[in-house]
């Protein structure tokens, strides 16, 4: 059962700006912070947002999140090839007693 | 380096017991909580349990809840996931993860995940 609701697909090309929406509710976005993490295929995920708005180490400043309500989003700026992954929300749940993930967003650098 | 290395997957019949074992290197693991997440391949995430630092805070997917077991033995930098009465659909591809901070509830998640150790459950 699939709480945090992400777009299936998106895409850009190259140097465009592209945001995936993930929508929560009062329970788990509404009361707690955001994370985002990339999956690049045949990987290990990677955080690249966490708290809403933090980018760990590494991690480069083309990448931004940020949160409002019961929803979070993730922005890529300067879009790159080697940005094509999936992509997936993750957020604690107060009534759950769980961390939730996102369904993914399966992103696209056409 | 921080690295998180997981074994113990396999091949088990519905109905069995399997153990996972994760182990931490690179950071002080009795200052982290830790997490377990799944993964059927070419499919999403899920994640399934979580233990903070010191062992008190413990969480399970509703999924699991009952049938798994998290537990850490921070003497030894290690993780397990014990999965009692097995499932077809507990096939998947298994993760550790280290949190961000001591805690498993609230904010920050995971900031290192392992490569996966695969669990294949079918008769």
């Known amino acids: 059962q699939t709480v945090l609701t992400q777009p299936p697909s998106a895409s850009g090309t190259p140097g465009q700006t592209v945001t995936i929406s993930c929508s929560g509710s009062g329970s788990n976005i509404g009361r707690n912070t955001a994370n985002w993490y990339q999956q690049l295929p045949g990987t290990a995920p990677r955080a690249v947002i966490f708290s809403n708005n933090q980018r760990p180490s590494g991690v480069p400043g083309r990448f931004s999140g940020s949160k409002s309500g019961t929803a979070a989003s993730l922005a890529i700026s300067g879009l790159q090839s080697e940005d094509e992954a999936d992509y997936y929300c993750a957020a604690w749940d107060d009534s759950l007693d769980a961390w939730l993930f996102g369904g993914g967003t399966k992103l696209t650098v056409l | ?123």
């Not at chain 2, 997490?35 to 499919?43: D, E, S, T, Y």
Request: charged residues 20%.
């Open chain 2, 1 to 123: 380096e921080v690295q998180v290395v997981e074994s113990g997957g396999g091949l088990k019949q519905p109905g069995r017991s399997l153990r996972l074992s994760c182990v931490g290197s690179g950071f002080s693991f009795d200052d982290y909580g830790m997490h377990w997440a799944r993964q059927v391949p070419g499919k999403g995430l899920q994640w399934v349990s979580g233990i903070n630092w010191n062992g008190g805070r413990i969480a399970y997917a509703d999924s699991v809840k009952g049938r798994f077991i998290i537990s850490r033995d921070n003497a030894k930098n290690s993780l397990y996931l014990q999965m009692n009465s097995l499932r077809p659909e507990d096939t998947a591809l298994y993760y550790c993860g280290k949190d961000i901070g001591p805690v498993i509830t609230g904010g920050p998640f995971v900031e290192y995940w392992g490569r996966g150790t695969l669990v294949t459950v079918s008769s």
